[in-house]
């Protein structure tokens, strides 16, 4: 277990970026994450998982500790439901098509979406009418401080949209070391009402889906519209749908009547911010190396050799020309470090 100085970042972070770690050193297990905390109590500290929901827009000047410690493991079960407990450094798609292959249904809409199981409760991951709070029982988590640990239950981490302790009153206080699911063992209810699923299915000849059905769907609709980060540098969708009050959507619609909208409740609406930055003519749009996807306007991406900085000025003009064009700020999902 050794410290490694100035250790490139590059094949750490999904967009691909160029940016190297003062110190860096990974972590098998919760005794080394322990002993590292120990004894660096004076140093900065950066803690880095599957390093897919962040842009470098330079270098760390800390200590980056890469969570590494792998396993899945049932811890409880009954007829009906398991509790599947994933450590924090495995890879988010092979410990939900783990889940898949064991028949445990919950999680197949979330198939494909990049990072490790750790991040998960962090950001609330969630996608095609799922969130991770859907399925969530407890995470197990390391103070930075006194390197105790603490299991966090689903009202501890005050979920919201894209939105947990852990980003807020708690940031960079704890690590998260595991995470526990509650997963259906039979009589799944396949959600595949939310955007092209049930169109996909039909593509595939299917009328009644399995679990395996569905992730396969969403598997295929993901790849049609969002590129490989091993191909092509990126960190799926980098903005947030933002929630507005209503009466800022109505003041937009009056020029833009076909904008798409959700109910969130009586006063808010969500608006997609993927349609918002198409309509405002930045899909497919290349600045240098830097630029936005051809088929999905809400992933930014990174040609080749675009710095982070150069990444984020594009992000910041898309959010100032949002603003000016339709009255909506839309934030960005992604850390910007």
């Not at 004076?42 to 396993?71: C, E, P, W």
């Not at 396949?190 to 039909?202: F, H, R």
């Not at 590129?227 to 009466?247: D, H, R």
Request: charged residues 20%.
């Amino acid at each position: 277990m050794n410290i490694i100085q100035n250790q490139s970042l590059k094949k750490y972070n999904t967009f691909g970026i160029e940016a190297s770690a003062k110190e860096f050193i990974a972590i098998e297990n919760e005794s080394e994450l322990a002993t590292v905390l120990k004894e660096n109590q004076n140093k900065k500290l950066f803690v880095l998982a599957g390093g897919s929901n962040m842009l470098l827009t330079k270098d760390i000047d800390a200590l980056v500790i890469h969570i590494n410690n792998k396993g899945i493991n049932i811890i409880d079960e009954n007829d009906d439901y398991v509790w599947v407990k994933g450590n924090a450094g495995e890879v988010w798609h092979e410990f939900v098509m783990w889940c898949i292959d064991q028949n445990f249904g919950g999680i197949e809409n979330l198939s494909l979406i990049p990072g490790n199981v750790g991040a998960t409760p962090v950001q609330n991951i969630g996608a095609y009418g799922v969130e991770i709070k859907d399925t969530f029982v407890s995470c197990e988590a390391m103070e930075i401080v006194t390197q105790k640990i603490r299991t966090f239950s689903k009202e501890d981490c005050q979920f919201g949209y894209r939105e947990s302790i852990f980003k807020g009153e708690l940031k960079n206080q704890y690590i998260i070391l595991s995470v526990t699911f509650k997963l259906n063992k039979k009589n799944h209810k396949t959600n595949t009402s939310y955007g092209a699923i049930d169109l996909e299915l039909e593509k595939m000849g299917i009328q009644n889906p399995s679990i395996k059905d569905v992730s396969n769907a969403v598997i295929a609709i993901r790849q049609s519209k969002l590129p490989n980060p091993k191909e092509l540098g990126n960190s799926g969708s980098f903005f947030k749908n933002p929630i507005v009050p209503i009466e800022t959507y109505n003041k937009a619609k009056i020029n833009y009547p076909e904008m798409p909208h959700y109910p969130v409740s009586n006063t808010q609406v969500k608006v997609p911010a993927g349609w918002l930055i198409e309509q405002a003519g930045f899909k497919g749009k290349r600045f240098g190396d830097a630029g936005i996807h051809t088929k999905q306007a809400l992933v930014l991406v990174n040609y080749g050799n675009a710095t982070g900085s150069e990444i984020w000025a594009v992000a910041q003009n898309i959010q100032k020309t949002i603003k000016e064009k339709f009255g909506i700020e839309i934030e960005a999902e992604v850390n910007v470090i």
